[in-house]
């Protein structure tokens, strides 16, 4: 577990990546925003990693051109690599993964595992971005 120190100094550096992409975004098109959505998402799935005691060890890392969105070391050592998705509604059953993208997100981060156990996990952030659902086992 990570102490209330380490927790508020993660959360001090999530609101400030927050606060620039809000001024420096130009929000005006579709793709724009969705890009942005899909940052703001990707950062409150950290936190909620970062509350149980998981290491950040890269954000949108590239591996065989596939994009693993979030890649983390958990409390009990284990590689983690999470593909994250913003729900449209705090009713997480509108949000899927497709079978094909689960399997290259998949054949990735087993390739950039190289040899060691990797778990794979899909987070789902809901519109209210407190809500977080994390479905393990894919």
Known sequence: MRSTAELLQALKNTAARLSRLDKNLNLES????????????????????????????GRRVKVLGVELDLVMRSPKGHRVVAEVKSAPSDGFFEARLGYRQKLRLQRAAEAMAQGQEVEFCLVLVGQTRSSVQVIHDL
Do not use: N, S, V
Not at 40 to 57: I, K, N, V
């Open 30 to 57: 579709q793709a724009d925003g969705a890009w942005a959505r899909g940052i703001e998402c990707e950062e409150w799935a950290w936190l909620h990693f970062a509350r149980l005691g998981y290491t950040l060890l």
